[in-house]
């Protein structure tokens, strides 16, 4: 005997098609805080770090919001035409609740180490997903790319990078320089220096080929050396040395460390390998596009293709 389908049973069947097409179009997102489930992929957009500003770019998205940079006040240079016009919610260690509600984003992308006490309260207002740290740029670049339903974007932009990374490693093995060499990542700051181990540019470092000091290898983000009697704890084939030289105060105390006797003891100093780098993109900048910028210098220093 044949079953003819009933109104009800119909609309059953399609209401129940429907839900599971819809279940199936979410979007889960594992991270630092949680699980973010999104309905679909997110166009409006809020970024709470720098590395997600950065990342949001790279990806092609416009954010809605973004937060103010660290220098270069109100956003980083090479990112200002790309971002102009989007509306700044506040300092990423201070964001401004109610300026990103009032962007009604579809999510929102923060760093459990910049935001974990307002965590709550920004997935009040949109489905957040938190990084774990600010300088993990690819992590970032993905979780943006999950977010957002651009991923095959970000897998294009890690295949270019691995192909660079890989560029180098080969013609800086072929160009006569005794590699690999150990590498000291350099800060210094108005009343201190520092030597930064695992960070965004030393892990960059890392993956580039170069080599720590022993002393350098601690799995922390580096030490602050508050006595230039500490100076030779610096010693490395090469350095890479970073600061705010727009600040006086800075640049007179880089002046102090560098005049000191023991630092023309150190191995880079004598070879003449003492290289200082823009701190945006070797510190600041945090994220993807900032990360070819820094690897464009150092191709540059080492006067290779």
Do not use: C
């Not at 790309?82 to 990103?100: D, K, R, S």
């Not at 800086?172 to 060499?181: A, L």
């Not at 508050?226 to 010693?235: D, L, V």
Request: aromatic residues 10%; negative net charge.
């Amino acid at each position: 005997m044949a079953h003819r389908l009933t109104s009800t049973t119909l609309l059953g069947l399609i209401l129940a098609a429907s839900l599971s097409f819809a279940q199936a179009e979410s979007i889960r997102i594992p991270h630092a805080m949680g699980t973010a489930e999104l309905d679909a992929p997110a166009q409006r957009v809020v970024t709470l770090y720098q590395g997600a500003n950065d990342a949001a770019v790279a990806l092609g998205i416009t954010p809605v919001g973004v937060v103010d940079s660290w220098v270069e006040q109100p956003m980083y240079h090479y990112l200002r035409d790309e971002l102009a016009g989007v509306t700044h919610v506040g300092l990423e260690t201070q964001p401004n609740l109610e300026a990103i509600a009032a962007l009604n984003p579809d999510v929102i992308i923060g760093a459990k180490m910049r935001h974990e006490k307002i965590y709550n309260q920004l997935n009040q207002i949109a489905p957040t997903v938190m990084h774990e740290t600010v300088f993990q740029f690819k992590e970032t670049l993905n979780l943006v790319a999950e977010a957002t339903g651009t991923t095959d974007a970000a897998a294009d932009w890690n295949d270019q990078w691995d192909a660079r990374i890989q560029s180098f490693q080969q013609q800086v093995s072929e160009s006569g320089v005794d590699w690999p060499q150990e590498v000291a990542l350099l800060n210094f700051r108005n009343d201190h220096a520092r030597i930064y181990y695992s960070s965004f540019a030393g892990n960059i470092l890392n993956e580039l080929g170069f080599e720590r000091p022993a002393g350098h290898q601690e799995d922390i983000w580096g030490v602050k050396l508050t006595s230039k009697e500490s100076i030779p704890s610096m010693n490395a084939d090469v350095f890479f040395m970073f600061m705010t030289e727009t600040d006086p105060t800075v640049m007179e105390n880089f002046t102090s460390w560098t005049s000191h006797p023991l630092w023309n003891t150190l191995t880079a100093v004598q070879n003449d390998q003492v290289y200082r780098v823009n701190e945006v993109d070797w510190n600041m900048g945090g994220g993807p596009i900032a990360a070819e910028r820094m690897v464009d210098s150092v191709f540059e220093h080492y006067g290779l293709d």
